[in-house]
């Protein structure tokens, strides 16, 4: 991402990917406080707000809709507080348009993701996944969120979500093609179909589960 830095020029300042993760990286590093025998620590979340001049919000927002970002940063401030990945606080990115460029951390309130069921026998329940999950199987019957215990067109082995950094991101497995990302906006993205084999998804986006003639199951993304 090398070749994209000083894309982004507010008054004197310049920003672009290596410039941001600093910015970022010296915001959160500053949050750091140390326990009663010594050991750094840091709030639960923390809230980075990003202020660019209004013609380079897309391109920053774009940058922070990248996973690889938020996980160089978490490399980054674990390396530099000599602590593991794992203690860095969650981070949640709200850009601004400005006269110029500013990072900042604030402390945040705590928020959890959690995904609505809608159709199928687990109608209008809430599945709420266990604390620091990085990897969590869906599916029908016995999976880490059971999503429906009968609805026959859902597989057992629908798909994967991973937490990666910030975001989520969600994998096809037996479901195929029929395993949708709907967004808020109403763009639909197969993750089958994609390079990766895995799409970003966001709080107020769906899944998708289909049996390709009519019937529908989705998973609401929830973040509160």
Not at 80 to 105: H, K, N, Q
Request: proline residues 4%; contains cysteine; negative net charge.
């Amino acid at each position: 991402m090398g070749w994209l830095s000083g894309l982004i020029r507010g008054g004197s300042d310049e920003l672009g990917w290596d410039d941001l993760i600093k910015r970022i990286v010296d915001a959160v590093a500053a949050q750091r406080r140390f326990g009663q025998r010594g050991e750094p620590a840091f709030p639960p979340e923390l809230v980075v707000r990003i202020t660019v001049p209004e013609g380079n919000v897309a391109i920053v927002t774009g940058f922070i809709a990248k996973p690889e970002l938020d996980l160089e940063v978490a490399a980054a401030v674990a390396n530099r507080c000599d602590v593991d990945a794992s203690a860095v606080p969650s981070r949640e990115y709200l850009i601004s348009a400005g006269d110029r460029v500013a990072v900042t951390a604030t402390e945040g309130t705590p928020r959890r993701w959690r995904f609505g069921v809608a159709g199928g026998d687990r109608d209008g329940q809430l599945l709420d996944p266990p604390v620091d999950w990085k990897e969590l199987s869906f599916g029908r019957g016995q999976n880490d969120l059971v999503v429906c215990d009968r609805t026959e067109f859902v597989s057992r082995s629908a798909g994967r979500l991973f937490h990666a950094g910030h975001q989520l991101e969600v994998a096809a497995l037996d479901q195929g093609d029929e395993l949708i990302v709907r967004r808020a906006s109403g763009e639909a993205i197969r993750p089958a179909r994609t390079a990766r084999g895995r799409v970003a998804i966001a709080a107020g986006d769906s899944i998708e589960i289909g049996d390709g003639r009519g019937g529908t199951l989705r998973l609401l993304v929830i973040r509160a």
